[in-house]
C-alpha cells in the first residue's frame, strides 16, 4: 500500500513542489562554486558521453542514474540537482542541471556555467543506431535496470527500419544532427558557431578525460566519474554505402564539428 502511494502521480506531484520549495529557499548551491557561478549547466548532446558527465557531478550527492531514474528534482547531501524539465532549468536553483533541450530553448538565469560534449558526427550517428538496436535486443528487465530511458527509447523503436539507412532517412534534424540542431534552429553552421561561443566550455568525447579534469580545476568540486552501463556488444551491419549516405546527411554538422575542433581542442 505505502509503495502504491509513493509511486502514484499525485504523491509524486506534491513531492516535488516540497522539494521545490526547499531548494528555492534554503539550499545555497552557489557557496560550492566559485565567485560569480551559481549553478552549472550541461548542455547534453546525445550519445556524447554526457551521461558519464553526469555521473560525475550526481556523485557528489551519492547519486546514481538508477537513483535519479526519471525523476526531474533530487535533493541530497545539501545539493539539489535537476534533469529533464525546462522550468525547472530555468528556475535556477540547483548545482547541477542537464539535458537534451537545444541551447536556444533554454532562457538560463544569469552567473550559470555552461559547458557541452561534442563528438565525431558519424560515430555519435552510428553509437544512437546502436542505443536504439540494444533496445530492441535487449529483455525489459535488463533494459530498464540498465538505463531508466529504456521504455522512452521502446516507444520509439519504429525509428530503426530494417536497416542503417532507413534509421538515418526517418530521423528528424534533431537527432540526426543533434549537435548542429542544439546550437541553431535553422541548421545554419555560422549561426550555431556563433552561439557555441557562448558557451562557457566546450569539450570532445576523444579528449573526456581533459573534460573532467578542466572542470574539476574552473569549478572547485571533486568530480568522480562512476560508469554505470554497460550494454555489450551489440550487432549491427552498415554498408560501405550506407556510411556515405550517412556522411552526406551529415555534411553540415561534420563541417560545424571540425569548425568548433579547430577553435576549442586543446
Known sequence: MISKIINSYTYKKYHRKIKYFLASRYYNNSKYLPEGIDRVYHIHIR?????????????????????????????????????????????????YASAHFAQWELNLRPNTFT???????????????????????????TGYNLDTSYYVLKAQ???????FKDFVDVLSDKYLTNQLYTFSKTLDVNDALSNISKVDRVYFQDNFSYAISD?????????????????????????????????????DEIEFYQLALEKYKK
Open 157 to 163: 523503436s519504429h525509428l530503426l527500419g530494417k536497416s
Open 115 to 141: 559547458f557541452t560534449v561534442l563528438r565525431e558526427p558519424y560515430s555519435r550517428l552510428v553509437s544512437l543506431y546502436k542505443y536504439y538496436t540494444w533496445v530492441e535486443q535487449v529483455d525489459e528487465q
Open 47 to 95: 550519445k556524447s558521453a554526457g551521461t558519464s558527465v553526469n555521473s560525475a557531478f550526481w556523485n557528489l550527492g551519492d547519486l546514481t542514474l538508477k537513483k535519479i531514474g526519471r525523476e526531474p528534482i533530487i535533493l541530497s547531501k545539501n545539493y539539489s540537482f535537476v534533469c529533464f524539465n525546462k522550468d525547472l532549468i530555468e528556475a535556477g536553483h540547483y548545482l
Open 215 to 251: 572542470l574539476e580545476a574552473s569549478l572547485g568540486l571533486p568530480l568522480q566519474v562512476k560508469n554505470e552501463r554497460n550494454f555489450g556488444k551489440i550487432a549491427i551491419h552498415i554498408s560501405e554505402e550506407e556510411k556515405h549516405h550517412a556522411l552526406s546527411k551529415l555534411k
